[in-house]
Structure formats: structure tokens, C-alpha cells
């Protein structure tokens, strides 16, 4: 009796842990072409142009490394959570946009000089973003047709 409850005991942990491997490997095979895609168009960061909407100074939490602290202090900026990890916001936005334009465009943080790009294991990668003027004009430039 005791045997077999350990039994089936065992077959539950085996059938869980293959649900779980299979289920992520699901999940890992349905992002491939997501990434491979993300990484096709990263090589095309060059070609990337900000049309200054401002709307990812609006829409995204600014965080900062040590560097870009370092830089904003140097120019006399404050405007920095208590953590230094953060820009302050101002009714929705970013502290330092000012009339829609960046006020410390020379020293803007990393995050902010790279969007919409991310840097991942040494290449440029572009994921999926919405609001962003720059990649619909990026991706309305031929990439679907002509780097397929
Ligand atoms: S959302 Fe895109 S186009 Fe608009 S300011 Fe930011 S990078 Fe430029
Ligand atoms: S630092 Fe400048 S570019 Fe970055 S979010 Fe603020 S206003 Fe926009």
C-alpha cells in the first residue's frame, strides 16, 4: 500500500517536470523568430532616424549607471532619485524634457542614446515597440521585403 502511494507519488513528479521542460521549451521555440528577427534589425541601427517625437521621454522610466550620474552631475544636473538609479519624472514625463526637447541631450543617459536598440551578449537588438515613430519608419523602409 505505503509502496504504491510512493509510486504514484513519483509518477507526479516525473509527468510535472516533463510539463514544465516541455512547456518552456515550447516557449523558447515560439520567441526564435521573435529574437532572430529583433537581432536581423539591430543591424540596421545606422539606418535608424529619431523623428523627435518625444514620446519615449514620456512613456519610459530613465535608468541610470554610474557613468551617466557622473556625466549629469558634472553639467550641474540634478533631477535623480534619492538611489541615483532613476530620472525624476514630472507630470508623466521626464524631468528634463523641456518644451518636447531633451535639456541635457550631450549628457543623456545610455538607455537614452541607445533606445530603441538594446545592446544583448555584444549585438544590437530591437524589440518590439509601438510607440515609437523612428521604427515604424525603420521597418516601413524595406526591411520586411528587402533583408528577409
Ligand atoms: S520615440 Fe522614437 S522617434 Fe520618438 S523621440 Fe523616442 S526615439 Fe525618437
Ligand atoms: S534624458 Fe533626455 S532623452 Fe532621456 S528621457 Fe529625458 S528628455 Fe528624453
Known amino acids: 500500500m505505503i509502496q504504491s502511494v510512493i509510486n504514484e507519488g513519483w509518477r507526479f513528479v516525473v509527468f510535472f517536470y516533463k510539463f514544465v521542460i516541455s512547456l518552456a521549451l515550447f516557449i523558447v521555440l515560439m520567441k526564435i523568430p521573435m529574437w532572430i528577427r529583433g537581432f536581423r534589425l539591430g543591424q540596421r541601427k545606422g539606418k535608424f532616424q529619431c523623428l523627435m517625437c518625444g514620446n519615449c521621454c514620456r512613456l519610459r522610466i530613465i535608468e541610470l549607471d554610474e557613468e551617466d550620474v557622473e556625466k549629469l552631475k558634472k553639467q550641474g544636473r540634478q533631477g535623480f532619485t534619492d538611489s541615483n538609479r532613476f530620472i525624476l519624472r514630472d507630470r508623466g514625463r521626464c524631468v528634463f524634457l523641456k518644451n518636447d526637447k531633451c ?34 519608419r525603420l521597418l516601413e523602409d524595406g526591411f520586411d521585403s528587402k533583408t528577409r
Open 103 to 136: 535639456t541635457v541631450h550631450e549628457c543623456r543617459p545610455r538607455v537614452c542614446r541607445e533606445f530603441p536598440f538594446q545592446k544583448i551578449f555584444g549585438l544590437w537588438f530591437l524589440p518590439k515597440i509601438t510607440f515609437c515613430p523612428g521604427v515604424d
